[in-house]
């Protein structure tokens, strides 16, 4: 089964305080995401990855940053936290599976900003 | 541009009863569409897909949804509910021809009342 894994369930930060949320998928995917989920918003694409050190921004990319150094790992940076960037983060890992790309996702991030 | 439109937000429904969850899509190609169900506190899991072929797609738990090509719909349907059926629901459609960045609805919360 594919794995996705987030480094925290739960995190609480200061507003200016730069933090970092960690993925891992242990499938070999070549596409990685970032989302955010807000109430009645559905998720928003934040950014994603198709390969190792490439990015692209999603529809929400200000006040975030992404990093992948290594195929496995997609980490998502807030250079300086905000209130209005309390959500739920979920990463996603996919790859081409008889022509679709169904996504797998890891258990989510809760970050609250005070 | 593809675009999901989930035309309920909530669906209030009584254990035993039937369910059918909306999902309506907009695209000028041809798609592949997904149902994913969130559990509270946990990230989304794929609970079935259209690819090709058969327009009556089963999925786990339960659960099937039917593709309408003419009224470009997708809906999601089970004849029996459980209390463990309460969760959030999303549709998501990508289309073919490589495309690996999908859209999804906003969401349908189903709360299955005892």
């Known amino acids: 089964d594919v794995k996705v894994t987030q480094s925290s369930r739960y995190l609480v930060k200061r507003t200016g305080e730069k933090v970092f949320l960690e993925c891992v998928q242990d499938m070999d995917h070549e596409n990685m995401f970032w989302y955010r989920q807000d109430p009645g918003l559905g998720l928003r694409l934040i950014y994603f990855?198709?390969?190792?050190?490439?990015?692209e921004k999603g529809d929400i990319p200000e006040g975030y940053s992404v990093s992948r150094e290594k195929k496995e790992r997609f980490s998502l940076i807030l250079e300086s936290a905000s209130t209005n960037q309390t959500s739920m983060y979920l990463c996603?890992?996919?790859?081409?599976?008889?022509?679709?790309?169904?996504?797998?996702f890891g258990p989510g991030t809760r970050l609250t900003v005070t | 541009a593809q675009s999901v439109t989930q035309l309920d937000s909530q669906v209030p429904v009584f254990e035993e009863a039937p369910v059918e969850l909306r999902c309506n899509y907009s695209?000028?190609?041809?798609?592949?569409l997904f149902w994913y169900v969130q559990y509270p506190n946990q990230g989304l899991q794929l609970l079935l897909k259209y690819l090709s072929g058969s327009t009556l797609v089963k999925g786990i738990n339960g659960f099937e949804a039917e593709f309408n090509k003419s009224q470009t719909s997708f809906h999601l349907r089970k004849p029996s509910v459980h209390i463990s059926d309460t969760a959030e629901y999303f549709c998501?459609?990508?289309?073919?021809?490589?495309?690996?960045?999908?859209?999804f609805g906003r969401g349908t919360s189903l709360i299955v009342h005892p």
């Open positions: 990855s198709y390969d190792v050190k490439m990015k």
């Open positions: 695209s000028s190609v041809s798609v592949y």
């Open positions: 998501a459609v990508s289309e073919t021809g490589g495309s690996y960045i999908p859209t």
């Open positions: 996603a890992s996919s790859a081409n599976l008889a022509g679709a790309y169904e996504q797998y």
